[in-house]
């Protein structure tokens, strides 16, 4: 079953969205299989926006994810990647639209309230930068 990484960002933790951005992935219908808060080491932020390396924001991006704590989390289901990131809108908040999570709790570029993996392959190599495997829960639930 395929698995994104979803993570509120600093805005939304100081904002209290935590329990309404998880409201909204629970009510789709995808499962939660990890979940904690935690501050980002500036390694870890560096890895996780290797690929903004080269852009002028980057130094901007890695202070703002470090700056607070953030709510990472697991995610598992049917497309989930590409589906939580229709859930989440566009990264400009000229072209997110409401119902969406930035087109309802965004106006920033930066501080735009949540991250999600771009592909399943990002997923893989996200989800291992903040998870220890023991911290899914990956088998089913006794019935
Ligand atoms: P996200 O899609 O989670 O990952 C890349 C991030 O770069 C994106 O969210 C934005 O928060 C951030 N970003 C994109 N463009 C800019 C910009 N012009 N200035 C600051 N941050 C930006």
Same mark, same amino acid.
Request: aromatic share 10%.
């Given at each position: ?5 979803? !993570? ?28 904690? !808060? ?11 926006? =290797? ?11 890695? &202070? ?8 990472? !989390? ?5 497309? %989930? ?25 965004? %106006? &920033? ?10 592909? =399943?392959?990002? =997923? ?20």
């Amino acid at each position: 079953m395929e698995k994104t990484f979803l !993570m509120v960002k600093p805005d939304g933790v100081q904002r209290h969205l935590i329990g309404r951005l998880v409201q909204r992935f629970e009510d789709r219908g995808f499962e939660l299989i990890g979940a904690k !808060m935690f501050r980002m080491t500036k390694e870890q932020a560096e890895y996780h926006y =290797a690929e903004h390396k080269e852009k002028p924001f980057f130094g901007e991006l890695v &202070d703002f994810i470090i700056s607070g704590p953030v709510f990472g !989390m697991v995610w598992q289901g049917e497309n %989930v990647v590409a589906l939580s990131r229709v859930m989440m809108g566009k990264t400009n908040p000229l072209e997110a639209t409401p119902g969406t999570i930035r087109g309802d709790f965004a %106006v &920033d570029k930066g501080s735009n309230v949540i991250h999600g993996s771009d592909s =399943a392959q990002s =997923a893989e190599r996200e989800i291992a930068n903040f998870f220890r495997p023991d911290e899914l829960m990956l088998q089913e639930p006794p019935a």
